[in-house]
């Protein structure tokens, strides 16, 4: 009977092991990244393209701006030549239609003059070099009705990530 009871409970052990009973070097194994994980990009690094997600449920109906990262030295005005690196997503579908950093160089335009969508007249004022800044940007400071075909739809609110790297 003595037997009959140590191969019970072997039996017990063996079972309980392949049923997936942990110790606490697997579990400390399994918490572990895999060296095949990509990391998320430190969204204050501006050496690096953003990711840039839509926060989902209904797009705000006002340009909406945050700061990620405060620029040094004086605030960007209208009429000051500025040199941009952005990523723009749609805020309905979280895809991404157009970046700078896809080309392969940064984007120059004239602040205020109406070079860029209002949204982005509005929204970079204010920012120094050096900053990274996300504007979410309604319909009517954007494409309007109209979109911007093939990539942006009809009334599409939009969001940038915009890393301004210089004012001159």
Known sequence: MHRTLLGALLV????????GGSSKDESAASSTPSPSATATPDPKD????????????????????????????RAAKNGDDLTVQYVGISYANGQQFDASWDHG?????KLGTGGVIPG??????????????????PPALAYGPAGSPPSIGPNET????????KIA
């Open 12 to 19: 017990l052990v063996l079972a309980l092991s392949a049923c």
């Open 46 to 73: 501006l050496s690096t393209k953003p990711e840039v997600l839509s926060p989902g449920g209904d797009p705000p109906t006002s340009l909406k701006v945050e700061d990620i990262v405060r620029g040094m030295g």
């Open 105 to 109: 160089q940064p984007f120059p335009f």
């Open 120 to 137: 982005w007249d509005k929204g970079v004022k204010g920012m120094r070099a050096g900053g990274r800044r996300r504007l979410t940007i």
């Open 158 to 165: 939009l969001i940038f990530v915009i890393d301004l790297l």
